[in-house]
């Protein structure tokens, strides 16, 4: 089987930097994925790590390290409109498309 | 940019009833998928498809269930008999298979509501 452990909640303020933590636990580790979900819509694809390392995308970045079983989702200069959930989601193997999601992190942005 | 449509968003029906969901995936998609969320809960994979045929079900998707894409660009999902415990959000989702591969893209979903 596998698991993801991420925090259930995460607060801030607008322009702060937070850091969601998410441990795995799977066979066939392929790679990472971070999703954004606002209010139960479409979860929307952030990033992905296949490989160790940061991946930045605009206010936005991700982290792997494949030999603590660990990564982060970083995001900087917080707006409102990122309160949402954020579930990390672990790819098994090269099967496209198959992940095993995280429970996933409300992150709350106040003014 | 491009997107996954579901219909209906909304759909209300009777335990031991069949229900029909609906998605077209993106037009120059090869990989469909379904995932569903139960509220409050974590997203789950029920199918994909590629090919015109299943190529991974999770053990969710048991014989209640079937996956078809009857045209070129309709992809459904069919519960045959509900059950109070298949209420949740059921998003359809598909990958391009020929660039950035580890995308998915999920439409807006469609909450099922089995009473």
């Not at chain 2, 449509?5 to 090869?30: A, D, F, K, W, Y």
């Amino acid at each position: 089987g596998q698991s993801l452990e991420q925090p259930s909640e995460v607060t801030a303020v607008e322009g702060a930097i937070v850091q969601i933590n998410c441990t795995y636990q799977t066979s066939g580790f392929y790679g990472l994925s971070w999703y954004q979900q606002h209010d139960g819509g479409a979860p929307t694809f952030l990033s992905y790590n296949a490989l160790d390392g940061l991946e930045e995308t605009g206010r936005f970045s991700s982290f792997l390290s494949r030999s603590d079983s660990y990564g982060y989702l970083l995001l900087q200069e917080l707006q409102m409109k990122d309160s949402a959930s954020y579930f990390c989601a672990v790819q098994r193997g090269s099967t496209l498309g198959r992940l095993y999601f995280g429970r996933g992190t409300q992150l709350t942005v106040w003014p | 940019e491009p997107e996954v449509t579901q219909t209906p968003s909304h759909q209300v029906t009777q335990m031991g009833q069949e229900v029909i969901l609906r998605c077209v995936p993106i037009s120059n998609h090869l990989y469909f998928y379904w995932y569903r969320q139960i509220l409050g809960q974590k997203v789950e994979f029920l199918v994909s498809f590629y090919n015109n045929e299943i190529s991974e079900k999770s053990e969710i998707f048991d014989d209640q269930f079937s996956v078809e894409r009857p045209d070129g660009s309709n992809f459904t999902l069919k519960i045959r008999s509900t059950k109070l415990e298949d209420s949740a959000m059921y998003f359809c989702a598909s990958i391009e298979g020929g660039g950035t591969n580890e995308k998915l893209f999920f439409g807006s979903g469609t909450q099922l509501s089995v009473l």
